[in-house]
């Protein structure tokens, strides 16, 4: 009885992992072509003590190969407590203070934003970011080839050296797997915030952030799954080389088990039924992991039969990894140890999501 219960439950997670295997599969790869550019973009970045990083976005954001005209930067800064020289910049620049209203200072970033925003669409990124020169140009190819009115787009880690960093890569490189394989099904629920596109007629259209303004994170996934709720026609995902952001891995473990914690506590507000159901399916295939192996190590279960659904666990996982580092041209690194400790940092991830709290830039928010 005991093998049945943990053999059904790896199962499941199996064909759900299974399925957004097949989405990556359906997902064609955007080509692309010589285009007049005619979208207006507002790159919108919220920021707060990032004047290490700044310098940077704002240097590969002078790179992009796309008209002056047609582009404007917005810095939000989220009370910053270190002071930042804005330097020139070929496009145009603003830097404004936030204006909060919610317990998100990041929705209130961007809805600050917006108000005074000249430009038809919003794209968003994160102040620890680096974006390539061809990233507008071809979401602009995107949305005059598409009738879309908001555009997700890929995000890729810094490769840098160590079992940290490896371990990072290949936790994102999961998340990237999802969020493709579940455009690819029809069933978009996450998206990431630095590499995320919207009209601003359209952001109005969904009434913004409304609704869950209580929730600090999940600018990007709410407003998305809004969005698929309300119009999916119009929702779409661009997947290309030349449109991939990068952004830097944390330091540390406690950095990274923090922002994890807040990127899980979004799950239990998600309006996609989906996105619920795969977030309980993960956790209940990695809960039933660690399981299987104290039933193991007791006696309890049979060595030949925890070593098969290791196993399985481990071939599924592997092929969504495999497919997603392909298209990013990463190196999977320290995949087996990765393997074997990601079922307890994932489950603790996800229990301390439930009851504790989470530091942010500086700040401490609960679920």
């Known amino acids: ?54 310098p940077n ?12 005209e047609l582009v404007e930067v917005i810095l939000v800064d989220d009370d910053s407590e270190e002071v930042f020289s804005v330097q020139d910049l070929v496009f145009s620049l603003k830097v404004i203070k936030n204006d909060r209203k919610s317990n998100s200072p990041k929705k209130d970033a961007i809805e600050t934003a ?17 974006v390539q020169k061809d990233w507008l140009t071809t979401f602009d190819q995107y949305i005059q080839e598409n009738e879309v009115a908001m555009l997700a787009s890929s995000v890729c880690y810094v490769p840098k050296n160590g079992f940290l960093s490896a371990f990072q890569n290949l936790d994102f490189l999961s998340l990237q797997g999802a969020t493709i394989g579940s455009f690819g099904i029809d069933k978009a629920f996450m ?16 009434n913004g952030f409304q609704g869950n303004e209580t929730i600090a994170s999940g600018d990007d996934v709410f407003l998305l799954q809004k969005a698929v709720l309300s119009t999916p026609k119009k929702v779409g995902f661009l997947l290309a080389k030349e449109s991939i952001v990068a952004t830097k891995p944390v330091e540390t473990w406690s950095e990274l088990f923090q922002q994890r914690v807040r990127w899980a506590s979004k799950s239990t507000g998600y309006s996609s039924v989906y996105g619920k159901l795969l977030a309980l399916i993960v956790f209940g295939g990695n809960l039933v992991w660690i399981m299987s ?3 193991w190590l007791i006696g309890l279960l ?11 666990k481990f071939l599924i996982d592997f092929i969504l990894l495999f497919k997603t580092a392909n298209f990013f041209e990463s190196k ?22 439930l009851f504790g709290k989470y530091n942010w830039k500086g700040r401490n928010f609960r679920k």
């Open 1 to 54: 009885m005991l093998e049945l219960i943990l053999g059904t439950v790896f199962l499941i997670y199996i064909l759900f992992i299974g399925q957004l295997i097949y989405g990556c599969n359906r997902m064609k790869r955007f080509s692309r072509k010589e285009f007049t550019p005619k979208t207006s973009f507002s790159i919108v970045v919220p920021f707060r003590n990032e004047k290490e990083n700044l």
């Open 57 to 68: 976005l704002l240097h590969s954001i002078s790179l992009l190969n796309y008209p002056r």
């Open 114 to 130: 917006i108000q005074v925003a000249k430009n038809d669409w919003i794209i968003t990124t994160d102040a620890d970011c680096l």
């Open 191 to 206: 998206c990431n915030g630095a590499n995320f596109a919207y009209s601003k007629a359209f952001f109005k259209e969904l």
């Open 293 to 295: 192996f104290l039933f």
């Open 302 to 312: 049979d060595q030949n039969i925890f070593m098969l659904f290791v196993a399985l």
């Open 332 to 353: 999977l690194q320290y995949v087996l140890a990765s393997s074997l400790l990601y079922p307890f940092f994932s489950v603790s991830v996800a229990v301390y999501s």
